[in-house]
């Protein structure tokens, strides 16, 4: 028993050095700016966004609002931390995650500390989602969420699964573009649970009527609860129609699907062989609900690279069920000091070259000051920028918020910053007075051999143009 406690000490140690370390690798967003905008916007007019504030082009159209708790949430650490409220919140998110993955599977990580240690190690591949995002909250209502069905698949009288309903509710308000996951996966634990069969190294067990019954009531539970928000219904649906939107999915980068030949891709191959190695070469049988969830979720992942993480955290509840049982090594507790300790050294190196205000300068102010001064009404901005612009008060053509913009302008913005099909005819329409792009777009060219356009401000990363035909 006092090893256990030891040992238990000594890992929530090592969890909070390794979430300290991961939050050294906080990554600029663009669309943080916005957020935190949408954040201020609510605060201090009380009342919840449901349509577009910030746009000349979709002012006044309705806008699925669906992170706006969390726009609330960061906003309000902004107030209460300043500066760092970045870094708080990434910490408190993935400590809490760390914590969550550790003490319901208590048992299972403290049963082989080797590879206890490599699965945790393995949360590196966080490292290229360490954002000011709504997702980091979703990563910690995932764990609680599989933790919740695996408990009454393997407890038939545990209660603990209606807890999922208020989850969703939470999840619908903080992340609702990744809310209907709660039910789907519950609906994943029910199917697995109507068989019992056993096939080669496949085996089911099929759940009890109690059970059953149980998992019925809650996906209802759950779809009720999505639909607590201030859009309704609308949530329900929200996440298939951003699935089937093939101009969001072709041009965002967190929306691509996973490319093994690209080499930041590898860790997340190195992920699923891992596991599914875990499963092949165990004395045990792959249980049809573990063979159903990783299948899912490696579908997810290679669907789009955003669905990793998800990946690790599904399968922390099920990979330890085959891995065997390894007496404690001599020295343990002391390779768990050195390990805290190097952990933390690296966690304060790398916080020295992270920008701890957080707040990423997009545009110079010298920009910003110019497009102030002019007031542009018709201001076509690069996509990259308009969260930041909005950030400064700045009517924007468009912004992060790509889900508004699909049903009026993304494809324009697409093909105008691209020179494709008739851009020419397109820019007319919209009638732009201002443009503020990088050097690096294809529209520079176009404007730039135009004797319609002056330029206005430039540096070494972006170029003001005005319309002087508009003069």
Avoid at 2 to 29: D, E, G, H, Q
Avoid at 197 to 208: D, H, M, V
Avoid at 280 to 300: P, Q
Avoid at 438 to 465: A, H, R
Wanted: hydrophobic share 45%.
């Amino acid at each position: 028993m006092k090893k256990t406690k030891r040992l238990t000490v000594l890992y929530i140690l090592l969890l909070i050095a390794f979430s300290f370390l991961l939050m050294t690798f906080l990554n600029k967003s663009y669309d943080y700016f916005w957020h935190i905008k949408a954040g201020q916007y609510m605060f201090k007019n009380n009342i919840i966004l449901t349509h577009d504030v910030f746009s000349w082009i979709v002012q006044g159209k309705y806008w699925i609002s669906h992170e706006w708790l969390f726009e609330v949430i960061i906003y309000g650490l902004k107030i209460v931390f300043g500066n760092i409220h970045g870094l708080i919140y990434v910490f408190i998110n993935i400590l809490l995650l760390s914590v969550i993955l550790f003490y319901t599977n208590k048992k299972e990580y403290l049963k082989n500390i080797p590879f206890s240690l490599l699965w945790i190690s393995l949360m590196m591949i966080f490292i290229g989602f360490i954002q000011v995002r709504p997702h980091l909250i979703s990563y910690n209502l995932i764990a609680l969420t599989i933790y919740l069905l695996y408990d009454l698949y393997k407890n038939k009288d545990s209660n603990k699964i209606y807890l999922l309903p208020i989850l969703s509710i939470i999840w619908s308000n903080v992340h609702g573009g990744s809310s209907n996951l709660v039910y789907i996966l519950t609906i994943i634990f029910l199917v697995s649970g109507l068989f019992k069969f056993s096939y080669k190294k496949i085996e089911s067990t099929r759940l009890n009527k109690k059970q059953i019954q149980k998992y019925i009531t809650v996906i209802i539970l759950c779809l009720v609860g999505i639909c607590i928000n201030p859009h309704g219904l609308k949530m329900l649906i929200y996440p298939y129609q951003n699935i089937m939107n093939n101009t969001m999915l072709n041009s965002i980068a967190e929306w691509q699907p996973t490319n093994f030949s690209n080499l930041s891709h590898i860790p997340y191959l190195l992920l699923i062989v891992i596991v599914i190695f875990t499963y092949l070469f165990s004395n045990k049988k792959i249980r049809l609900i573990d063979f159903l969830l990783i299948g899912f979720s490696i579908v997810l992942g290679l669907k789009s690279i955003r669905f990793w993480p998800y990946i690790y955290i599904i399968s922390t509840y099920n990979i330890f069920y085959y891995i065997n049982k390894r007496k404690l090594d001599k020295g343990t507790d002391y390779i768990l000091i050195l390990l805290i300790i190097i952990i933390l050294l690296l966690g304060i190196f790398n916080l020295k070259h992270l920008n701890k205000t957080n707040h990423i300068k997009v545009i110079d102010n010298k920009a910003i000051n110019y497009l102030k001064s002019k007031k542009p009404k018709r201001l076509y901005n690069y996509y990259d920028y308009g969260g930041y612009l909005v950030y400064k008060d700045i009517k924007v053509f468009i912004d992060g918020r790509a889900d508004l913009y699909s049903e009026y302008n993304y494809k324009d913005y697409l093909d105008i910053s691209r020179l494709n099909n008739n851009y020419n005819n397109l820019i007319k329409k919209y009638n732009f007075d201002y443009y503020i792009i990088p050097k690096k777009i294809k529209l520079n060219k176009y404007l730039s051999n135009s004797n319609k356009y002056k330029v206005e401000y430039k540096d070494n990363k972006i170029i003001i143009y005005k319309n002087i035909e508009k003069d």
